[in-house]
């Protein structure tokens, strides 16, 4: 009998493990595409804005990943490669891109997979791929002699926090802008999943956690009017470094302002960090 019951109770066990197996693939699938929108390349191009700029496909496994590039005039100049947000595409960060021009540094944006123009269909195993990809396509264009940083907006953040232990050669800095301490606090401030289901969701894109695993300077900046991430989540990131690091709290700036409104003084802090890094505490 005692047997005969643990032999059910183990049945159920399994049972009830495949069940939980399968409740948190269906979160995950469905937090996952309600998460990763995309969105059509627009018509603006950096030259929009007064910059020159190169166009090109990096290949990513079987998918061709659409990028901008625009140079400074010295190639010297420091270099950064920016992971933009979902619901974006390279057109929304064309202004951005000529702003950097104008105060001496090579930028390029690349759209993940599914987005814009970019081939593939858009799941977080995909955009792992790509951040791999888009690194060393970036290091292979700008060469040598430029000091290289990368840049995490809003979903982009995880995507490189997760990914910059792969980079070869590392960068020499990090930057965080206007996102979140985790994912799976992320989906909660997206209204994707209730707070109480969070359990459900795989730990994927924890930037608290992958941040202590940094080994380059830091950048973390917040809007105290972001109205999706609260300061409260990048200070958690900020605190869990090691690294020479800095925080700024920008005011005024709506979640997406970055890239919708490009100013100076919103960039400023970015510049200063690129061409000063030293000076970072």
Same mark, same amino acid.
């Given at each position: 009998?005692? /047997? /005969?019951?643990? %032999? $059910? ?27 990763? @929108?995309?969105? =059509? ?11 020159? &700029?190169?166009?090109?496909?990096? %290949?990513?496994?079987? /998918? ?17 490669? @920016? ?10 960060? %064309? ?6 021009? *104008? ?23 995909? !955009? ?11 290091? *292979? ?6 000091? +290289? ?16 232990? +792969?980079?070869? =050669? =590392? =960068?020499?800095?990090? @930057? &965080? ?6 994912? +799976?606090?992320?989906? #909660?401030?997206?209204?994707? @999943? ?9 730990? !994927?894109?924890?930037?608290? *956690?992958?941040?202590?695993?940094? *080994? $380059?300077?830091?950048?973390?900046? $917040? ?10 989540? %990048? ?12 925080? #700024? ?33």
């Amino acid at each position: 009998m005692a /047997r /005969r019951w643990k %032999a $059910q109770l183990g049945v159920l066990l399994l049972v009830l493990a495949v069940v939980f197996a399968g409740m948190r693939r269906f979160a995950f699938m469905q937090v996952e595409r309600s998460g990763l @929108i995309v969105v =059509p390349d627009g018509p603006e191009t950096p030259a929009t804005f007064g910059a020159p &700029f190169e166009r090109f496909s990096v %290949a990513s496994g079987d /998918r061709k990943l659409d990028a901008t590039l625009v140079r400074a005039a010295q190639d010297t100049a420091p270099a950064l490669l @920016i992971f933009h947000g979902t619901a974006e595409a390279v057109s929304y960060w %064309a202004d951005v891109q000529a702003l950097l021009y *104008r105060h001496g540094v090579t930028s390029m944006v690349f759209d993940y997979s599914g987005f814009g123009r970019s081939t593939g269909r858009p799941t977080a195993a995909h !955009l792992e791929e790509d951040a791999d990809s888009a690194y060393a396509d970036f290091v *292979r264009r700008v060469g040598a002699r430029a000091r +290289r940083y990368v840049l995490g907006y809003s979903l982009g953040t995880g995507v490189v926090f997760d990914a910059v232990r +792969r980079f070869t =050669p =590392p =960068p020499n800095g990090v @930057i &965080f802008v206007a996102s979140y301490s985790s994912a +799976r606090e992320g989906a #909660v401030a997206f209204g994707l @999943i209730p707070r109480w289901a969070t359990f459900l969701l795989p730990d !994927l894109w924890n930037n608290v *956690r992958d941040t202590r695993n940094l *080994r $380059q300077p830091l950048l973390v900046m $917040q809007s105290d009017s972001d109205e999706l991430f609260p300061v409260s989540m %990048a200070k958690a990131v900020y605190d869990a470094a090691t690294v020479p690091k800095q925080m #700024v709290v920008l005011h005024g700036f709506t979640h997406d302002a970055g890239h919708a409104r490009p100013t100076d003084d919103y960039w400023a802090p970015v510049v200063r960090f690129m061409t000063g890094a030293r000076s970072v505490e």
